[in-house]
């Protein structure tokens, strides 16, 4: 599968397993090689229509009767919540026209924003920091701001993380040298 960059996407979760900071950071340090300018590189995508493929004309009208896509995106979204009411959400991502491809291109232009937005907010901290940030925050249900403003917050939530990480590869060794015996 290929990102809306074009670059091959491959789940660094292959087996199950859970992802390193090392091999979070390595996924990190590709992505900011790709943000020196995110805009540049995604010149004529759109966002809008590619989040609701199926309203295509619809996005249209509404952009020449002047509303922003602010305001269409908003209205878009009560119109998802209303047919998450009545409907799957495969049926509903089927009906406003929505691809695998289209719903990752979708999370990737987020991603990039997310990022840009808390370089933007964060100069003193670099790329990896940031990165480390906003996957921690995935994991621990944490705002990447709080994890960001407070160094020591962002220590202990890393060193947490790497604790898990030994239990688990501790685990992992045990119950191979325990099949390697049977």
């Known amino acids: ?33 790709r943000l020196d300018d995110p805009f540049d590189s995604i010149n004529g995508f759109d ?32 119109m998802e919540r209303r047919l998450n009411f ?16 289209s719903m990752s291109d979708d999370a990737a232009f987020l991603y990039v924003n997310q990022f840009q937005a808390f370089r933007d ?3 003193d901290k670099n790329d990896d920091e940031i990165f480390n940030a906003i996957e921690l925050s995935k994991l621990e249900g944490v705002n990447p701001g709080a994890l960001l403003q407070s160094k020591e917050l962002y220590n202990a939530f890393l060193r947490g993380q790497k604790e898990r990480e030994s239990i688990y590869e501790s685990a992992i060794r045990g119950l191979t040298t325990a099949n390697e015996k049977l």
Not at 57 to 69: L, P, Q, V, Y
Not at 86 to 101: D, M, S, W, Y
């Open 1 to 33: 599968m290929q990102d809306f960059y074009g670059n091959n996407t491959q789940n660094i979760n292959n087996n199950n397993n859970a992802p390193s900071i090392e091999q979070l950071q390595l996924q990190g340090l590709e992505l900011t090689r």
């Open 47 to 78: 966002w809008l229509i590619n989040r609701y493929p199926a309203l295509n004309n619809r996005i249209s009208k509404a952009r020449t009767a002047g509303f922003s896509d602010e305001e269409i995106n908003s209205a878009m979204q009560n």
């Open 86 to 101: 009545f409907g799957k959400p495969n049926e509903v991502n089927q009906a406003l026209g929505r691809t695998e491809q």
């Open 121 to 123: 907010a964060f100069p």
